[in-house]
């Protein structure tokens, strides 16, 4: 008679579990030590280690149920593949068909906003649900590049770019490619951006309008920007110069669609360069974030700076990197870049665990949590790389950002002198509330001081504090989370909120501040008024103004 093989515990079946987690991440080449990680949990059901403390025998159950679903691949919550939302969109491929959409809206009363990569929220981006608004996306001369000319003696090209080209490759677009990418076109030219943000799907016109950044102050969008066109709220053309109309252009780059539809960017660009960094996973107290003078100096002694803490309890490290410009010779070989979550198996393992982590933070097993998260995310990675500008800096391109880890944003912007009392708050708030750390990470980097009024970096140089917010999340709620950051940030005097991300409700207060409305984003930005003013100018009838851009900055009186 056979010998009967005794069920595996709960603890054990949990072991061999985490220890498939573990190899997923070792196929991708994490290198995750899982055997002394694996020990935490103990061989013997009655002495599991300090790791299983607290956690009940119901939760573990259900814990060991779901893990081997996502596991085992049998998980349909997250899609294949996104889309954006391209319902009902107009598409215009030349001036003259913007001209003309704008003035059918002036004849019926209709709001003409613009879609690009829709990488900003969409009450930032459409009229909502109701009112009677054009969705208009552009396409063919309006995503084309003119090479307009070479600087031979600062190397340097200049090139008048359709609003309409996404800087790099937008996976949720068809029509976005590699061929007609901005990056793209200009690396095969021998030439190249000085920034990008941390992906790079948007269209140029988005990027600009918003005031998207990356993560440096010795580099910024306004550096490359000559001049824009654009299509006003009388359906007239107007074209603004940096030199020849330097109010005028420093008003309407940064407008988030609200002074017309940009049409054309004319910017300049210099030679091609490799970006030579770092990248490596260090506990926080050894990490440039550990204080504010760690971080200045990191800031000011690379060209490129972005972290993600991972605050959790139990975990609280840190993901580094920092990169600098050097020349593509011979001396500097190519190292690519790999991103962590660079495979489809790894993206979908991290989902795995934002799902655990979330769902043991509530549970109050925040050491089992951990345990799961340094798996994906050990401690001591490091790799070193030398890469081309188009892939290094905006690395997240390399994730499955659009379907597997989409995350929502709120983005908040505060003067760079201010680091450590930004990072003491950070600090209390995640000692005083577990659930503020998440189940994911905080970026925090920095950016450069810009001309643009209503940039969030008008006047200075600045640090943003980015709370990550997993998009297909089963446990909390988006703004419940983002709440517990604006509380403790906004009251900072310096504070600006990022124009495409998530913003709190109209009326709401923080410190002293004034309510969120016309007189907060007033008191935010010295020069909102003359904004206001030359906005009216170029769209008396207010065409391109929701509701959510009325409520937030106050066109009524116009």
Known sequence: ???????????????????????????????????????????????????????????????????????????????????????????????????????????????????????????????????KAIRVKLEGDLRAIEWLGKDPVNDTITLRVGAGCNLGIDPSDPNSNASNSLTRQLDARGYALPILGGMSHQTIGGYMSTSTA???????????????????GQGQVRKLDKVANPDEFNAAVVSMGLFGVFTHITITAGKKYLVKGKEETVLRPNSIITSGTAFLDAVHQNHYVHNVWFAAEFVNSVLQWTGNQVAEDPGNPVVPYVH????????????????????????????????????????????????????????????LIDVVIRVQFTEIWIDLEDAQKVFDTLTTLFKNDLFAAGNFGVEIYPGKKSPFWMSMSYGRDVIRIDPYWWEYNVIGDLDEYFEK????????????????????????????????????????????????????????????????WNDLLGFEAE
């Not at 790894?346 to 769902?359: D, G, P, V």
């Not at 500008?389 to 994730?399: G, I, Q």
């Open 340 to 399: 962590p979550l660079e495979s489809r198996n790894m993206n979908y393992a991290a989902a795995t665990t934002f799902l655990a982590t979330a769902w043991l933070t509530y549970d109050n097993a925040p050491q089992l949590a951990a345990l799961i998260f340094n798996i994906i995310q050990p401690v001591g990675s490091v790799q070193n790389f030398c890469d081309h500008w188009y892939r290094a800096l905006p690395n997240d391109d390399l994730a």
């Open 485 to 548: 950051f604006w509380k403790v940030l906004l009251p900072f005097e310096s504070a600006r909120l990022h124009w495409g991300k998530h913003w709190p409700a109209v009326g709401k207060t923080y410190g002293s501040r004034k309510a969120i409305g016309p007189g907060f984003v007033e008191e935010s930005y010295p020069k909102f008024g003359e904004w206001k003013a030359l906005r009216a100018q170029f769209d008396p009838k207010n065409v391109f103004v929701t509701k959510y």
């Open 214 to 232: 990356g993560g440096s102050i010795d580099f910024g969008c306004a550096d490359s920007i000559l001049a824009i066109e654009l299509v006003d």
């Open 1 to 131: 008679m056979a010998e009967t093989v005794p069920p595996l515990t709960q603890v054990e079946q949990l072991s061999a579990l985490l220890q498939k987690v573990a190899l997923t991440a070792e196929s991708a080449n994490q290198k995750v030590n899982w055997e002394s990680i694996l020990k935490l949990l103990g061989t013997d059901e009655h002495s599991p280690g300090d790791v299983l403390n607290g956690v009940g025998e119901d939760t573990l159950k259900e814990l060991l149920e779901f893990l081997d679903i996502w596991i085992s691949g049998r998980n349909t919550m997250i899609p294949t593949k996104w889309e954006a939302d391209y319902t009902d969109l107009v598409y215009c491929s030349t001036v003259e068909e913007v001209q003309a959409k704008v003035k059918e809206c002036l004849s019926n009363g209709s709001i003409l906003r613009i879609a690009g990569a829709q990488h900003s929220t969409p009450e930032a981006v459409f009229a909502p649900e109701g009112e």
